[in-house]
T-cell receptor, first 112, second 114 residues
Framework: QKEVEQNSGPLSVPEGAIASLNCTYSDRGSQSFFWYRQYSGKSPELIMFIYSNGDKEDGRFTAQLNKASQYVSLLIRDSQPSDSATYLC????????????FGAGTILRVKS | KAGVTQTPRYLIKTRGQQVTLSCSPISGHRSVSWYQQTPGQGLQFLFEYFSETQRNKGNFPGRFSGRQFSNSRSEMNVSTLELGDSALYLC?????????????FGPGTRLTVL
């Protein structure tokens, strides 16, 4: 069983729609949850982080965390073609310092 | 504020050689972590350094090593290179607090082993 699981996609959404990306994790001791965006040939860019159960909004992005279900999600509202990228979910358990455990990533394609 | 920098950006080596990669963290950041990214295995944690000490290590052979200097800059070394070491090597820095720490990645070093 992988520690962090994501649907590899590709997830295709039309421009202006809401893209919903999901992630589950196995380590119940995880306390920190991150979403990174990675364009082809580039390094990962941190776009959202969430530490408490519930929703966290930042512009067009909303991260949702449910620790009981070990589930993290990222919603992208009003999706734009420039949002087309691979989205990586990462989790961290402070018991292991700053080690991030990544999912394989979900490819998002926003069609204009 | 300058971001994380990594040098060199690209590197071509042959099997059996060794390589040293360098990472300069964001100013004020004292934790540096290294990751390997390959198409087959994704992003995998190599090790983390904080205050010149290795704080955690991933599941990689001893050929992979690293160190951190007093100015928080870090280097990683791979000895006796194998074809499977071809990957994007990423370094990430964070400003450790008592709790959660967001990590910011550098542009990476693309290593090709022939």
């Amino acid at each position: 069983q992988k520690e962090v699981e994501q649907n590899s996609g590709p997830l295709s959404v039309p421009e202006g729609a809401i893209a919903s990306l999901n992630c589950t994790y196995s380590d119940r001791g995880s306390q920190s949850f991150f979403w990174y965006r990675q364009y082809s040939g580039k390094s990962p860019e941190l776009i959202m982080f969430i530490y408490s159960n519930g929703d966290k909004e930042d512009g067009r992005f909303t991260a949702q965390l449910n620790k009981a279900s070990q589930y993290v999600s990222l919603l992208i509202r009003d999706s734009q073609p420039s949002d087309s990228a691979t989205y990586l979910c990462a989790v961290s358990n402070m018991e292991y310092g700053n080690k991030l455990v990544f999912g394989a990533g979900t490819i998002l394609r926003v069609k204009s | 504020k300058a971001g994380v920098t990594q040098t060199p950006r690209y590197l071509i080596k042959t099997r059996g050689q060794q390589v040293t990669l360098s990472c300069s963290p964001i100013s004020g950041h004292r934790s540096v972590s290294w990751y390997q990214q390959t198409p087959g295995q994704g992003l995998q944690f190599l090790f983390e350094y904080f205050s010149e000490t290795q704080r955690n290590k991933g599941n990689f052979p001893g050929r992979f090593s690293g160190r951190q200097f007093s100015n928080s800059r870090s280097e990683m070394n791979v000895s006796t290179l194998e074809l499977g070491d071809s990957a994007l090597y990423l370094c990430a820095s964070s400003r450790p607090t008592s709790g959660h720490n967001e990590q910011f990645f550098g542009p990476g070093t693309r290593l090709t082993v022939l």
